[in-house]
Protein backbone atom coordinates (compact mmCIF):
# COMPACT_ATOMS: atom_id res chain seq x y z
CA UNK A 1 0.00 0.00 0.00
CA UNK A 2 2.15 3.20 -1.11
CA UNK A 3 1.91 6.26 1.52
CA UNK A 4 -0.10 9.24 1.00
CA UNK A 5 1.85 12.37 1.08
CA UNK A 6 0.59 15.88 2.15
CA UNK A 7 1.48 17.91 -0.90
CA UNK A 8 2.48 20.98 0.80
CA UNK A 9 4.74 19.62 3.27
CA UNK A 10 5.25 16.10 1.63
CA UNK A 11 4.58 14.53 5.30
CA UNK A 12 2.61 11.34 5.30
CA UNK A 13 -0.73 11.75 6.09
CA UNK A 14 -1.44 9.90 9.01
CA UNK A 15 -4.99 10.89 9.44
CA UNK A 16 -7.35 11.92 6.25
CA UNK A 17 -9.46 14.77 6.90
CA UNK A 18 -8.30 15.77 10.19
CA UNK A 19 -9.77 19.34 10.10
CA UNK A 20 -13.33 17.96 9.73
CA UNK A 21 -12.57 15.18 12.65
CA UNK A 22 -11.59 17.96 15.00
CA UNK A 23 -14.36 20.39 14.12
CA UNK A 24 -16.73 17.44 14.90
CA UNK A 25 -15.09 17.38 18.93
CA UNK A 26 -17.25 18.47 21.36
CA UNK A 27 -15.96 18.04 24.72
CA UNK A 28 -13.43 20.18 26.60
CA UNK A 29 -10.06 20.32 24.95
CA UNK A 30 -6.56 20.39 27.15
CA UNK A 31 -3.58 21.05 24.31
CA UNK A 32 -0.58 20.73 25.68
CA UNK A 33 2.54 21.15 23.95
CA UNK A 34 6.62 21.07 24.67
CA UNK A 35 7.47 24.30 22.58
CA UNK A 36 11.38 22.14 22.03
CA UNK A 37 8.95 19.40 20.38
CA UNK A 38 10.62 17.85 18.02
CA UNK A 39 7.76 15.51 16.48
CA UNK A 40 5.11 18.01 15.93
CA UNK A 41 5.23 21.95 15.12
CA UNK A 42 3.46 22.93 18.12
CA UNK A 43 2.83 26.51 16.54
CA UNK A 44 1.05 25.24 13.85
CA UNK A 45 -0.61 23.02 15.65
CA UNK A 46 -1.83 25.58 17.95
CA UNK A 47 -3.52 27.43 14.89
CA UNK A 48 -5.51 24.34 13.97
CA UNK A 49 -6.77 23.80 16.83
CA UNK A 50 -7.91 27.20 17.26
CA UNK A 51 -9.24 27.56 13.73
CA UNK A 52 -10.89 24.03 14.31
CA UNK A 53 -11.52 23.10 17.95
CA UNK A 54 -12.39 26.81 19.25
CA UNK A 55 -15.95 27.42 17.80
CA UNK A 56 -17.63 24.18 19.04
CA UNK A 57 -16.04 23.16 22.42
CA UNK A 58 -14.30 24.80 25.52
CA UNK A 59 -10.39 24.81 24.42
CA UNK A 60 -7.65 25.07 26.38
CA UNK A 61 -3.96 25.54 24.94
CA UNK A 62 -0.73 25.79 27.09
CA UNK A 63 2.74 25.63 26.17
CA UNK A 64 6.03 24.93 27.97
CA UNK A 65 9.14 26.06 27.52
CA UNK A 66 12.20 23.49 27.27
CA UNK A 67 9.84 20.67 27.29
CA UNK A 68 9.64 18.42 24.84
CA UNK A 69 7.17 16.25 22.86
CA UNK A 70 6.71 14.23 26.15
CA UNK A 71 6.63 17.42 28.14
CA UNK A 72 9.76 16.20 29.82
CA UNK A 73 12.13 19.33 30.59
CA UNK A 74 14.75 19.09 27.96
CA UNK A 75 18.07 20.90 26.30
CA UNK A 76 17.24 20.15 22.98
CA UNK A 77 14.28 18.45 22.44
CA UNK A 78 16.08 15.77 20.45
CA UNK A 79 15.11 12.47 19.65
CA UNK A 80 17.93 10.50 21.68
CA UNK A 81 18.51 13.46 24.05
CA UNK A 82 17.84 11.09 27.20
CA UNK A 83 18.52 7.69 25.36
CA UNK A 84 22.21 8.95 24.83
CA UNK A 85 22.66 10.41 28.07
CA UNK A 86 20.99 8.68 30.39
CA UNK A 87 19.31 11.91 31.70
CA UNK A 88 16.60 12.40 34.72
CA UNK A 89 13.57 12.21 33.37
CA UNK A 90 11.51 15.45 34.85
CA UNK A 91 7.81 16.57 33.79
CA UNK A 92 7.90 20.36 32.88
CA UNK A 93 7.29 22.83 35.48
CA UNK A 94 3.63 23.74 35.85
CA UNK A 95 2.45 20.72 34.18
CA UNK A 96 0.63 19.06 36.81
CA UNK A 97 -0.58 22.16 38.02
CA UNK A 98 -2.15 23.01 34.69
CA UNK A 99 -4.08 19.70 34.46
CA UNK A 100 -5.28 19.95 38.00
CA UNK A 101 -6.58 23.20 37.44
CA UNK A 102 -8.09 22.12 34.48
CA UNK A 103 -10.13 19.51 35.72
CA UNK A 104 -10.60 21.26 38.40
CA UNK A 105 -12.77 24.13 36.57
CA UNK A 106 -14.91 21.45 35.43
Known sequence: MKEEL?????LPIV???FKTILS????PVLALFGESDMNVDWKKTKLLYEQTL???TDLEIQSF???DHNIRECKTGGFYEF????LPFKRCT?????????LNQR
Open 6 to 10: DEKTG
Open 15 to 17: VKD
Open 24 to 27: NIKC
Open 54 to 56: ATN
Open 65 to 67: PNC
Open 83 to 86: QDNN
Open 94 to 102: GFLETLENW
